[in-house]
């Protein structure tokens, strides 16, 4: 059954500082990874979609990686800002993509201080 | 404005009575999904419909029933089976060619 963990379970950090949010998965055959911000008491929005085939994508600041083999992802921050601060979740589909639902991560609870 | 809506965002209900959770979207995606959300828990898949009149049990759906009549609703019934039905819950919508899932705005469902 594939287990999909995060590190750390919460961060905070000054504003202006780059950071590194890890995600980890047990079973390599996935389909894709997606990244999503929760803000409290809303629903997903989502921040980016790496196929398994890509070794990373990026949006404004924001950069994910995938190491499909080693099962783990990374979303790099750069230059953060108070808005930033959220729950961001990590979460795989499994291979053949079909219609299964994702496997999601508990998330990584982050702060930026002002 | 494409999207996911789910009415209400806040739902209160006494202990055996059955609750119905609605999840339509305008984004013309086959397949959609129910997850719940429990503090301090990654989001737990529910059920999921690949096309109109099939769906598929996930791995929590005890206590829980679907229906999907229309392409654009998907929704969601919560019995007096389901042992612990407080929690928030999520709708989201994949898109066909990438598979990435949008999610709506969730209903918080409070059982007393």
């Known amino acids: 059954k594939q287990e999909v963990t995060q590190i750390p379970a919460a961060l905070s950090v000054p504003e202006g500082e780059n950071l590194v949010l890890n995600c980890s998965f047990t079973?390599?055959?996935?389909?894709?990874l997606q990244w999503f911000r929760q803000d409290p008491g809303k629903g997903l929005t989502s921040l980016l979609l790496?196929?398994?085939?890509?070794r990373e994508q990026t949006s404004g600041r924001l950069n994910a990686s995938l190491d499909k083999s080693s099962g783990r992802s990374t979303l790099y921050i750069a230059a953060s800002q108070p808005g930033d601060s959220a729950t961001y979740l990590c979460?795989?589909?499994?291979?053949?993509?079909?219609?299964?639902?994702?496997?999601f991560g508990k998330g990584t609870h982050l702060i930026i201080q002002p | 404005d494409g999207g996911i809506t789910q009415s209400p965002k806040y739902l209160f209900r006494k202990e055996g009575q059955n609750v119905t959770l609605s999840c339509e979207q305008n984004?013309?995606?086959?397949?959609m999904y129910w997850y719940r959300q429990d503090p301090g828990q990654g989001l737990r898949l529910i059920y999921y419909?690949?096309?109109?009149?099939?769906?598929q049990k996930g791995d929590i759906a005890e206590g829980y029933s679907v229906s999907r009549e229309k392409k654009e609703s998907f929704p969601l019934t919560v019995t007096s089976a389901q042992k612990n039905p407080t929690a928030f819950y999520l709708c989201?919508?994949?898109?066909?060619?990438?598979?990435?899932?949008?999610f709506g705005p969730g209903t918080r469902l409070t059982v007393t």
């Open positions: 419909s690949q096309i109109v009149n099939d769906f």
């Open positions: 984004l013309n995606h086959d397949a």
């Open positions: 079973d390599s055959a996935i389909y894709n």
């Open positions: 790496i196929q398994s085939s890509q």
């Open positions: 979460a795989v589909l499994r291979s053949g993509g079909g219609a299964d639902g994702l496997t």
């Open positions: 989201a919508s994949r898109v066909g060619g990438s598979h990435e899932q949008y």
